[in-house]
């Protein structure tokens, strides 16, 4: 049964060292909060899965936290690399990590897979691409109606999955709009899932019926975060910070430079310190 909690309760509760865990989001309702209180807690030996990783993961590799990495796409949007993750792997610093990429495709299937219960994805894709050649989890396999040759990976299914979205009712049922990305299917095919919202409220029932909505029995708690994207943004409340994106890169292009941005801005702050962050970056919802 889903419930509410405050957001360090909620990640102490469902989160665990050597886990395999999706902080997802896809160009908005990315969950900083969610990975900032993971990071606060000092949880290690993780493995990561996110589509887009950006700065959450860049922060959490940063920070000693992976152990490997999942991913479909690496860099700070509209900036540049990920320069944390970056000298994790190609210096081991603060910590060697393994690397498995595929491609947008290639992880969408592999949600859908989880989600449905299947133990791997088939699909078409990389196709002229030379993934296949440093990643041993993308394989092939032919069609036993048509012999056509399709590329399989295995279903992705993470221990826990934590998402940020816009709205939960009080039955613990949570509303996504905008670009949805691959956050349902990510809840669905998890073990458990957390959700930040920035609002409850006492019913959908004026809603559109067509909206994303998470069944409660989908959730294992829920967090009420204001502006608990940010930087990234959440539709129908405030925007990206732009600024942030651009500022990070240069903080991450500095190993001390960076832990002291940290120190600051994440360890000694608060999920409740999210709200006045996007104060200036709200829109009339």
Known sequence: MVKFLPLSEAVAGN????????????????????????????????????????????????????????FSYLGNPGVGLLR?????????????IEVEEHSHAGMANAYEAGAAGLPCAMFRGYRGAGLAAVNPNIKTVSCP?????????PAIRPDVTFIHAQKADRKGNVLVEGII????????????????????????????????VLPSWTISAISVVPGGSHPSYTHGYYI??????????E?????????????????????????????HLRTAA
């Open 84 to 96: 944390r993750a970056r000298d994790a792997i190609e210096n081991g610093f603060p910590r060697p």
């Open 15 to 70: 989160l665990n060292d050597g886990d395999t865990v999706a902080f997802e989001g896809f160009t908005h309702l990315i969950p900083t909060a969610a990975a900032h209180e993971a990071i606060r807690q000092g949880f290690g030996e993780l493995t990561l899965i996110r589509m887009t990783p950006d700065l959450v993961y860049d922060q959490m590799i940063g920070m000693g936290m992976a152990r490997k990495i999942v």
């Open 251 to 279: 903080i991450s292009a500095d190993r001390e430079k960076f832990q002291a941005w940290m120190q600051a801005n994440v360890i000694e702050k608060t999920a409740a310190d999210f709200a006045a962050r996007v104060e």
């Open 181 to 212: 990305g691959i956050q349902k299917e990510a809840v669905l095919a998890a073990k458990r899932a957390v959700v930040t919202v920035e609002e409850v409220v006492d019913s959908f029932d004026e809603l559109h019926p067509n909206l994303t």
């Open 240 to 249: 990206r910070d732009n600024a942030a994106y651009l500022e990070w890169d």
């Open 145 to 153: 109606f048509t012999g056509e040759v399709l590329a399989a990976v």
